[in-house]
């Protein structure tokens, strides 16, 4: 599957965005997909997960109730919506897909997209 991550932007702290990750190549509703991101001289990071229905999420404390990760398999499309962003969320986000349950390790997953930007500033 092939994975295009979009949605980045500017904002201010406070603010919300809503990233989009589009998949092709192969039926979507077989992969969990997977967000993470990655800080300016930090390790990647997991974000949050979905399996493959939409049933079972598994976020990271740090974006719990601020986050909020869905999927529209009939559109091939995953969805971050973060609202009340904060400067340290500030990161490349990639989205990541694989066949089995959500894992939080980045090696645990087979497909990637290019990343998008997403800087929270005053």
């Known amino acids: 599957v092939q994975l295009q991550a979009s949605g980045g932007g500017v904002v201010q702290p406070g603010d919300s965005l809503r990233l989009s990750c589009a998949g092709s190549?192969?039926?979507?509703?077989?992969?969990?997909v997977g967000w993470f991101r990655q800080a300016p001289g930090k390790e990647r990071e997991f974000v949050v997960g979905?399996?493959?229905?939409?049933?079972?999420?598994n976020y990271a404390d740090s974006v719990k109730g601020r986050f909020t990760i869905s999927r529209d398999n009939a559109k091939s499309t995953a969805y971050l919506q973060m609202n009340s962003l904060k400067a340290e969320d500030t990161a490349v986000y990639y989205c990541?897909?694989?066949?089995?349950?959500?894992?939080?390790?980045?090696?645990?997953?087979?497909?990637w997209g290019q990343g998008t930007e997403v800087t929270v500033s005053s």
């Open positions: 190549g192969d039926t979507f509703s077989r992969y969990t």
């Open positions: 979905i399996n493959w229905s939409g049933g079972m999420t």
């Open positions: 990541a897909a694989r066949r089995s349950l959500i894992v939080v390790t980045g090696h645990g997953y087979d497909y």
